[in-house]
């Protein structure tokens, strides 16, 4: 096949004359299928569910960051599904997250719109943790719906990275 860009390089053609060999890798892409069909095997090698993360910050090192604190908020431009999520602290520290997702007309989400149960994004005395067990959470989100992040305790940390992990559905 062909691979082409514009002179800009904002959009990107992949023009396959046959069936490919390997994966096609697209981070956000656009799928346009010129014909009277799609081939059997246009989609099935595609790989457009890499992991994204969204990164929820908070802190700048000066002083322990206060529980209660809400890192931002994300619009889903797209349906995405949450696959995980990974905590990195400036130092060893106790510290429980909590995720909500509230439709754009009742923006922005509240406590009363979390989507963790019981399973909370926490470490322990840790610097850093991660999990891809999601039991009881809401996992999908829609297009236009409002994501955000709060901290519910921390001990120590002055510095909080949240990630969570979504990839397109």
């Not at 989100?141 to 397109?168: C, Y």
């Amino acid at each position: 096949g062909t691979f082409t860009t514009d002179s800009s390089a904002t959009d990107v053609v992949l023009k396959l004359g046959s069936e490919p060999s390997g994966d096609i890798v697209c981070f956000d892409c656009l799928v346009v299928a010129e014909g009277d069909g799609i081939p059997p095997w246009y989609y099935k090698d595609a790989v457009f569910d890499e992991p994204i993360p969204l990164h929820f910050p908070a802190g700048d090192g000066s002083e322990t960051v206060s529980a209660e604190a809400i890192p931002g908020f994300y619009m889903a431009e797209r349906d995405y599904e949450i696959v995980g999520w990974r905590i990195a602290l400036d130092q060893a520290a106790t510290v429980t997250m909590d995720v909500w997702k509230d439709v754009d007309a009742n923006y922005p989400p509240t406590n009363a719109d979390t989507i963790t149960a019981s399973a909370k994004p926490a470490t322990s005395s840790a610097a850093k943790t991660q999990s891809t067990t999601l039991t009881g959470w809401t996992v999908a989100i829609s297009k236009g719906d409002w994501i955000g992040a709060e901290i519910e305790a921390n001990d120590a940390a002055t510095v909080i990275d949240f990630f969570l992990i979504i990839r397109r559905r």
